[in-house]
């Protein structure tokens, strides 16, 4: 059987060159296979493969196989086809481990869930000929906000003072979506600075990746909470303060020296949490905050409602000054 995509591109679009039409896939079982000029056929839709996705972290790319960047050949419209694709691993907390793992399956429950809600992506699940579950997902125009926070130029207390009060506010934001979702019942599994997008021309803070999910003998959502306490981090200490960075000048080595092991994550033990000691004009009310994920809290958050609770009273703080 002919499973040349040739025909169906001159067809659909025939300004496509010729010799880079592929194959047609209706199983993406094997995803490494698929690639530029292939065309995978779900249903009653036909998507042209442009590239594979990449994660772009710590200055570095990550190619993501199973993810494709593809055009609808029926609208025009662009889309990410998410794949099927298993993998596991362990994510520690001081103690306590927890196994994380891939569930496609989740991420269409939830796309179901938020459908329509604009603080998430927006997507729908169609199946392949093999019983794939591939996520067709809607493409959010935006920029990441840890680039958005990394690429203001001024020094922290000109943002802390100018820009800190409103990225604090919209985070809020999100956290409010994320409690939604926990009300429901699901976790989102893979909570980071860089899965909230920040949309262009709206502002709006938009949750993407769904895929990861975790089993916990503890609270269900307290990975979720940590992942939030990271952000929070990183937001209110304009990047991130830890080990490698504080000591790299005579009174950063003065000030690391002077730090006890509680001052540091719980979750990364190299990061600064303590950040009132390195900002003394941080509100005590979002230090304390803080604290609540440094190694030496003896409480932590059970829910986002009871984050939220302590960070409208930071909040308040900040409007007074």
């Known amino acids: 059987m002919d499973n040349s995509a040739r025909e169906l591109l001159k067809e659909l679009m025939p300004s496509f060159p010729t010799r ?16 530029y000029g292939d065309v995978i056929s779900l249903e009653d839709r036909r998507f042209l493969v442009l590239r594979d996705e990449a994660e772009r972290r710590f200055g570095m790319e990550d190619p993501k196989f199973w993810v494709k960047r593809c055009r609808d050949l029926d609208t025009g419209e662009r889309h990410i086809l998410k794949l099927v694709f298993h993998e596991k691993f362990d994510q520690k907390i001081g103690q306590l481990t927890i196994n994380c793992f891939r569930s496609p399956r989740k991420e269409s429950r939830i796309l179901d869930l938020v459908r329509g809600d604009l603080r998430f992506m927006q997507g729908r699940t169609l199946l392949d000929d ?19 926070v990394e690429d203001l130029d001024m020094d922290h207390e000109t943002y802390f003072q100018e820009k800190f009060p409103e990225i604090l506010e919209k985070f809020m934001g999100a956290c409010e979506a994320l409690g939604f979702m926990h009300h429901h019942g699901e976790k989102h599994g893979d909570v980071r600075r860089d899965h909230i997008f920040v949309e262009y021309g709206s502002g709006h803070y938009r949750w993407i990746d769904f895929d990861y999910a975790y089993e916990s003998v503890e609270n269900p959502f307290g990975l979720d909470l940590f992942g939030l306490g990271s952000i929070l981090l990183f937001i209110t200490g304009k990047g ?31 990061r600064l949490i303590n950040l009132k000691k390195l900002f003394p004009y941080i509100p005590r009310s979002l230090n304390h905050v803080l604290m ?14 009871e984050l939220l609770g302590d960070l409208a ?9």
């Open 313 to 321: 009273k930071a909040s308040r703080d900040l409007a007074k000054g």
């Open 130 to 148: 093999a019983g794939n579950p591939v996520r067709i997902l809607d493409i959010v125009w935006g920029k990441s906000l840890d680039n958005i």
């Open 240 to 270: 991130v303060h830890d080990n490698v960075s504080l000591p790299s000048t005579r009174s950063g080595r003065e000030f690391f020296n002077g730090l006890s092991p509680d001052d540091f994550s719980v979750l990364f033990p190299n």
């Open 292 to 305: 609540h994920f440094s190694k030496g809290t003896y409480v932590t958050y059970e829910s986002v409602d």
């Open 20 to 35: 880079h039409c592929g194959k047609i896939y209706t199983d993406t079982t094997e995803f490494m296979d698929i690639s």
